[in-house]
């Protein structure tokens, strides 16, 4: 099992009627970098990142809402409820000024949408792959809404694993280049066990119903445009996301875009590259937030 390096706090937070579950690494440093997860992960996993950065720097990551150890709402996921999340958890983790915000995936598209609806909130802002989504066209609504509807009235539903050993042999072969150990944890903080003994992961199946409001990338970067922090982009060299997003990553597109923004690329490393190489990850975080 993984032997971590910087000692872990749990604590609750209320807010929006929903009890969230936060991790806290303290340091000396008293302004806390607030760390974002992707969707399917929690914020637990961050642990290796937190492990490789500098032992003063204050760390919490959240669990968002229906991941994790975070309550579930009622009935299903709506993109916006994360800035509002954020925007009340942030209230009450720095409540008299800017802090630092990293996200991955899913949680780098919150923290970028948010940093442009809340410009004055952010001080300095790295996206690990987070880079929105592939643009919709107008003809896709009715399949989009008919697909929402068989959902909701069907139900989603995750896989079930019959141990944690099987759940680490899946997310082996998913991330070959994640180190056994690090595999362990991370199936240790994405399953709980059931009453039967089986394993189920901790999010909400509701996660899984498609959204029947096309995304829009225009509304996208029109909030991006209206970011004034200092941008750090992550990406793997590996990624199956950069490669799937194509042209939406140009560099000269994006940089037409954020005002202060910066590349990084991380060599031999997919999408869940603060899994894969943690350490070569927190030295350009590192590198970035002390050059601002």
């Known amino acids: 099992m993984y032997r971590s390096l ?93 802090v630092d915000l990293i996200g991955h995936s899913m949680g780098g598209n919150i923290a970028t949408l948010y940093a442009g609806v809340r410009p004055q909130r952010i001080r300095r802002l790295v996206s690990l792959e987070g880079f929105g989504m592939p643009r919709t066209t107008p003809d896709q609504a009715p399949a989009r809404y008919a697909q929402w509807l068989d959902e909701v009235k069907q139900g989603t539903e995750f896989a079930v694993y019959e141990s944690y050993d099987q759940l680490v042999r899946v997310l082996g072969r998913r991330n070959p280049r994640t180190p ?62 950069v490669k799937r997003m194509g042209d939406e990553l140009a560099e000269a597109k994006l940089r037409s875009i954020y005002r202060n923004l910066s590349f990084a690329t991380v060599s031999d490393a997919g999408h869940m590259m603060h899994h894969e190489r943690p350490d070569e990850v927190a030295a350009l975080i590192e590198d970035f937030l002390e050059s601002k």
């Open 180 to 241: 056994r150990d690090r595999v362990e944890f991370i199936a240790r903080s994405w399953g709980q066990p059931r009453d039967d003994g089986k394993i189920e992961l901790r999010a909400d199946p509701k996660h899984k119903r498609v959204n029947p409001v096309l995304y829009s990338r225009e509304q996208a970067e029109a909030c991006w445009q209206a970011i004034e922090a200092p941008v750090l982009f992550v990406l793997g060299d590996q990624s199956d996301l």
């Open 6 to 98: 910087r000692p872990l706090q749990h604590h609750k937070l209320q807010a929006r009627d929903l009890t969230f579950h936060v991790y806290r690494w303290p340091g000396t440093d008293p302004d806390p970098l607030v760390l974002l997860h992707g969707w399917g992960d929690t914020g637990e996993t961050y642990q290796f990142l937190v492990d490789c950065f500098a032992a003063d720097r204050t760390c919490v990551a959240i669990d968002m809402r229906g991941f994790g150890r975070t309550q579930r709402p009622v009935d299903g996921y709506w993109f916006p409820d994360y800035l509002a999340d954020l925007d009340a958890l942030l209230d009450q983790l720095a409540p008299d000024a800017p």
